[in-house]
């Protein structure tokens, strides 16, 4: 088994690539170790002590170093890690089960969406995931929808995006361009 590693626009991120699926559907952010104890894979990644976030996405997984570490010191740590766990074939959760994959939108919602504005949301999530969530996947992270409400759409970049230094360049005028030319009643996309 041979483990790729890309950059990101993240400086303190790179991204694995184990050659096969990681997650059957959604994406998981671990941003403590206490959070990553979900996971036996998340947590031997954060157990280098030098890892701030550990991010699983459908192909991949996004490891964010600690202010300090040089990547030429953690990275042969991380792909050891990875090769163990993926020609083990140990199970990505503890108990073996998906029950680690995303927290559902709802419970995490900045604003709940007003009902009325059914369509409109509609429309924000079917741009989000046909026209945004690949292009951010293929920087090593994801975006989760938080809600919208008085033309305000909230978003949270996740992986690799998160504390990125391009993140406010990505939602202002990347995401948020796209969404307000498709959608005329969005007035601003705001980091959640």
Known sequence: MFIETETTPNPSTLKFLPGQQVMPSGSREFTTPEDAEASPLGQAIFDTGEVTNVFFGSDFVSVSKAPGVDWPDLKPQVVSILLDHFVSQAPLFAGGDASGIAVPAE??????????????????????????????????????????????????????????????????????????????????????
């Open 107 to 192: 419970e995490t919602m900045v604003v709940e969406d007003d009902p009325a504005n059914a369509e409109i949301v509609e429309q924000i999530n079917e741009l989000l995931e046909t026209r945004v969530r690949p292009a951010v996947a293929g920087d090593g992270g994801d975006i989760a929808y938080r809600g919208f409400k008085d033309g305000v759409v909230y978003l949270t970049l996740q992986g690799a995006c998160s504390g990125c230094p391009s993140s406010t360049a990505t939602l202002k005028h990347g995401i948020e361009g796209l969404l307000k030319h498709y959608v005329p009643e969005v007035v601003e996309v705001r980091a959640a």
